[in-house]
């Protein structure tokens, strides 16, 4: 439950809020009642884990029960930026000691950097054109980069408008990246960054989440999927095409490796 709402963020869409929860921990929150619907909810859910299974720096989330006919709550801190409505909300917990990555020298000087080149592929497999700098972020006490918010995967909002059967075997393409992503990722390059990364023992790293991706089957994907499918009421007719989408773009990895230029 919400124990109280700090304040508006002030970015992003969605119109996220900085709140403490029930285990008196800060949180940044996104309402049912947020202007791009539950579904981007349902997408921060199922993404977060699967970025967990593939051991991506995410951040830990909550689910959280939004009841605003019960509680004392000072709603006017929303400021008409949410619908008050009741549901399950989506939080991860509030990262303070970050920074926006907006440069490849803090790319450089994060210890777990190889996370950099593993984002962008898996942001290429799950379709998330929205990793702008807000969502990479640098912590500097542990000089590590993190990864938050997935609301805009697949097709994020507009995923009940999608023309499925063209969409399941959509290409990959460079203009599919977020503009700051593909900044990053040219000077990342240009800089011999990726090149000395490849060449070092990290690639490793690299080279298990690949074969982890290759190894990724349906029966995984329902599993995490089937997790949250009920919170907020994603029919099996979704569920089964979001499915489809995901386990053929990781069957296709190769294609995003060669698209990215990286060679392992």
């Not at 859910?45 to 970025?51: G, T």
């Not at 995410?58 to 019960?70: S, T």
């Not at 499918?229 to 989408?245: E, K």
Request: glycine share 4%; aromatic share 12%.
């Amino acid at each position: 439950m919400i124990k109280k709402i700090i304040r508006a963020m002030g970015s992003g869409v969605t119109n996220p809020f900085h709140v403490i929860l029930s285990d008196d921990q800060q949180y940044v929150m996104k309402f049912p009642g947020n202007p791009e619907g539950t579904i981007i909810l349902f997408f921060e859910s199922i993404f977060n884990d699967l970025a967990k299974y593939f051991d991506l720096p995410v951040v830990e989330k909550r689910h959280v029960k939004v009841d605003f006919d019960n509680t004392d709550l000072d709603i006017t801190l929303l400021d008409g930026q949410v619908d008050t409505i009741n549901g399950i909300g989506f939080a991860v917990l509030f990262q303070n000691k970050t920074t926006h990555v907006t440069s490849y020298e803090l790319i450089e000087q994060a210890h777990n950097k190889i996370e950099f080149v593993k984002t962008i592929i898996f942001d290429f497999i799950i379709n998330n054109t929205d990793r702008n700098k807000g969502n990479l972020l640098y912590d500097y006490s542990m000089k590590k980069l993190i990864i938050i918010d997935h609301t805009h995967s697949i097709t994020g909002p507009l995923f009940k408008y999608v023309d499925r059967n063209d969409y399941l075997f959509k290409p990959f393409t460079l203009e599919d990246m977020h503009s700051n992503s593909l900044r990053l990722f040219d000077d990342f390059k240009t800089k011999q960054l990726l090149q000395k990364l490849l060449a070092s023992e990290k690639v490793i790293i690299l080279k298990d989440f690949i074969n982890k991706v290759r190894n990724f089957n349906f029966e995984n994907l329902m599993k995490i999927i089937k997790r949250v499918q009920n919170t907020w009421q994603i029919n099996d007719d979704d569920v089964l095409f979001i499915c489809n989408f995901l386990i053929e773009r990781m069957r296709r990895v190769d294609e995003i490796l060669s698209l990215l230029e990286i060679n392992i």
